[in-house]
């Protein structure tokens, strides 16, 4: 019988197909992608390549991304149940009753959006690049910052003189972790750093030596002269940091620090997904357009 990882390198040369993985996927996924990081970082890789399948191993707007950027490959999402918790399907009503009530502000979407929300907006971030973003912007407008309200907040911190409306909502994951559960990390490990992703709390994220997205904290770690660090962000991340920095010593901040979406795809779910060419993502050309124009103005922002 065909071994599932030969079955699928198999389909996938038949496809020309490609598989992203997202950093928070389970490790077994991440090692067969043939990309694997940050979400909107993979989609433009994806978009790059002369593939003809993409096949994205994440959640939902994950591969609606991917999709908005390669509207002429087909978009694969082998979990098609994998959404984000840091919204709801009321987010695209919600923002549509608050662009009514603030006609003159500007709209920030973080990339972990559904696409039609980031049609709605005037630019997309990362949480790598939010800060820029915002300053980007001018400083005499109302800006609105959705749908994750710590990283807007961080986001915030950067801008100080921008007026910066942050959302009510946020990553539950990275939202549950407390003041304590870093206290308590530091005490049983003392000479570590404390390395923490932006979608954390304020109060939270004080305690924190660096402040950064996933691929951020990645690299932080491998360049650093230090040896042991706490890590406060999506325990997925782990296979990638002890790659990046070997011998290092890696501590996750909390055991709560797991997606139960990003945990949803496996190896049986990419294989089925590459023979069925199914669940496809298809973003409609009427939200596609929009959506991309808020990615593209975020582009021009990062190549400055």
Not at 50 to 78: H, Q, W, Y
Not at 261 to 282: C, G, H, Q, S, Y
Request: hydrophobic share 40%.
């Amino acid at each position: 019988m065909e071994d599932i990882v030969d079955e699928i390198l198999r389909l996938k040369k038949e496809r020309n197909a490609i598989i992203l993985a997202h950093v928070y996927q389970p490790e077994e996924v991440q090692e067969i992608a043939d990309f694997r990081g940050d979400s909107f970082a993979l989609s433009r890789k994806a978009a790059a390549t002369d593939a003809d399948v993409i096949v994205f191993c994440g959640v939902r707007f994950m591969a609606e991304t991917a999709n908005i950027l390669s509207p002429d490959k087909i978009t694969l999402l082998p979990a098609v149940d994998a959404g984000c918790q840091m919204f709801t399907d009321a987010l695209e009503g919600e923002v549509r009753r608050a662009k009514a009530e603030h006609p003159d502000a500007l709209f920030v979407a973080y990339v972990n959006t559904p696409a039609s929300v980031k049609a709605m907006a005037d630019i997309c971030c990362t949480s790598s690049n939010a800060a820029a973003v915002v300053a980007s912007l001018p400083k005499d407008k109302e800006i609105v910052f959705l749908p994750d309200g710590n990283l807007g907040s961080w986001a915030q911190e950067q801008c100080p003189d921008y007026h910066v409306h942050c959302w009510h909502g946020g990553c539950p994951i990275h939202g549950s972790l407390t003041v304590e559960d870093i206290e308590k990390a530091k005490q049983a490990h003392p000479d570590a750093k404390v390395l923490m992703h932006p979608e954390c709390r304020k109060e939270v994220r004080e305690l924190a030596d660096y402040v950064g997205s996933t691929s951020g904290i990645v690299n932080y770690a491998a360049e650093s002269p230090d040896q042991e660090f706490i890590i406060a962000t999506e325990q997925g991340v782990m296979p990638d940091l002890e790659d990046a920095a070997p011998g290092k010593k890696f501590y996750l901040a909390s055991r709560r620090m797991l997606c139960v979406n990003m945990k949803k795809t496996n190896l049986e779910k990419v294989r089925d997904a590459l023979k069925t060419m199914e669940p496809r993502v298809v973003v409609p050309a009427e939200i596609r357009e929009k959506a991309v124009d808020a990615l593209r103005k975020m582009i021009a922002i990062q190549g400055k």
